[in-house]
C-alpha cells in the first residue's frame, strides 16, 4: 500500500498551463502501475493518463497531445504537465496507484489500465479550474 498526495492544482484561463504533483510514500513505489483520474460534478471519474513501471503510458483521447504523464523514482513522484487546457478540463484530478501491473487489452495491444477499479490507492484530490 501507498500513500499518495497531490498539489499543484489552481485556476488558469482556457489555454494555460498546470503541472500536477503526486508525492508517493510507503510500498515499494516503482513497482507501481500509476494513473491521474479526474472527476467533474456530477460526472463519473475518468482516467486521464496512465504510466507503468516500464513507462509505457496511455491518455484519454480528450487530453492527447496536451498532458504529459511522468515519474520520478527517485524522488518518489509522479507529475502531470497540462497544456492548452480547457474549460471542460476543469475537475478534481485525483492520483492512484495499484500494485504491480495493471493492464487492460484497448485496441490491438495491452496497455496499462485506465479503468478506475483497477486502481487500489487515491489521493485526496487536488481542484483544477479552467476559465473560459
Known amino acids: 500500500q501507498v500513500q499518495l498526495v497531490e498539489s499543484g492544482g489552481g485556476s488558469v484561463q482556457s489555454g494555460g498551463s498546470l503541472r500536477l504533483t503526486c508525492v508517493v510514500s510507503?510500498?515499494?513505489?516503482?513497482?507501481?502501475?500509476m494513473g491521474w483520474f479526474r472527476q467533474a460534478p456530477g460526472k463519473e471519474r475518468e482516467g486521464v493518463a496512465v504510466?507503468?513501471?516500464?513507462?509505457?503510458?496511455r491518455y484519454a483521447d480528450s487530453v492527447k497531445g496536451r498532458f504529459t504523464i511522468s515519474q520520478d523514482n527517485a524522488k518518489r513522484t509522479l507529475s502531470l504537465q497540462m497544456n492548452g487546457l480547457k474549460s471542460e478540463d476543469t475537475a478534481m484530478y485525483f492520483c492512484?496507484?495499484?500494485?504491480?501491473?495493471?493492464?487492460?487489452?484497448?485496441?490491438?495491444?495491452?496497455?496499462?489500465?485506465?479503468?478506475?477499479?483497477?486502481?487500489?490507492?487515491w489521493g485526496q484530490g487536488t481542484q483544477v479550474t479552467v476559465a473560459s
Open positions: 504510466i507503468d513501471s516500464k513507462g509505457r503510458t
Open positions: 510507503g510500498d515499494t513505489y516503482s513497482l507501481y502501475t
Open positions: 492512484a496507484a495499484a500494485p504491480g501491473w495493471r493492464g487492460r487489452y484497448y485496441g490491438a495491444s495491452w496497455y496499462p489500465s485506465m479503468s478506475r477499479d483497477d486502481y487500489n490507492d
